[in-house]
């Protein structure tokens, strides 16, 4: 599929009573940027294919993998393209395989052009006003930005003599060495 295919069935999908709520799952799952990684290895659980663009997928170790098994022919095929040769071998190898993204908030996997193609819907859709995305992305921020609280944080749970505690410095600025043969000298010279 083209960028432009995978843009406009995002749309539709989005703009569909039942697809509204997968394209949100998608969103609340994969954005921002910071929760997606390309699948390092190949997991079970996962179907091996584009939630959206429905393209065979695969993970970095078998990319890895047939770079190795095939290093020869690669490296020929490197080689013929310095030469100004037209050559297929990693379309061959790939038989039209996409690399894997992966969120650990989802099951789906996205190939990475659905998911460059979903972040430009998104970023559209902003920029128009739609107030739905807006208030999506902005919930997961907040989500994302949240510090997290430690277990005994609640005042209800922690003994009376810890709660609202303060703690007043018991230090004198005439205590310390310094300050005081600062002042004993300000005060022999007279100021």
Excluded: W
């Excluded at 993204?101 to 099951?107: G, H, L, Q, R």
């Amino acid at each position: 599929m083209t960028d432009e295919q995978i843009y406009s069935k995002i749309e539709s999908t989005y703009n569909s009573e039942k697809g509204k709520g997968f394209i949100t799952h998608l969103i609340r799952s994969f954005l921002p940027v910071t929760k997606t990684k390309y699948l390092l290895v190949l997991d079970d659980k996962k179907p091996m294919m584009c939630a959206l663009t429905k393209s065979k997928l695969v993970s970095k170790d078998c990319v890895l993998k047939l770079q190795l098994d095939n290093s020869e022919e690669l490296f020929q095929d490197f080689v013929n393209k310095m030469m100004g040769k037209e050559t297929n071998t990693l379309e061959k190898l790939f038989a039209g395989k996409r690399l894997a993204v992966e969120s650990a908030n989802s099951t789906k996997l996205l190939c990475t052009k659905a998911y460059q193609q979903l972040y430009n819907f998104v970023t559209t859709e902003m920029l128009n006003g739609n107030k739905h995305i807006n208030f999506v992305i902005s919930d997961e921020l907040k989500k994302e930005n949240k510090p997290s609280k430690p277990a005994n944080s609640n005042p209800v749970n922690k003994p009376k003599s810890e709660q609202n505690v303060v703690h007043r410095s018991t230090t004198k600025l005439g205590d310390m060495d310094a300050l005081s043969k600062l002042k004993a000298q300000l005060e022999k010279e007279g100021k």
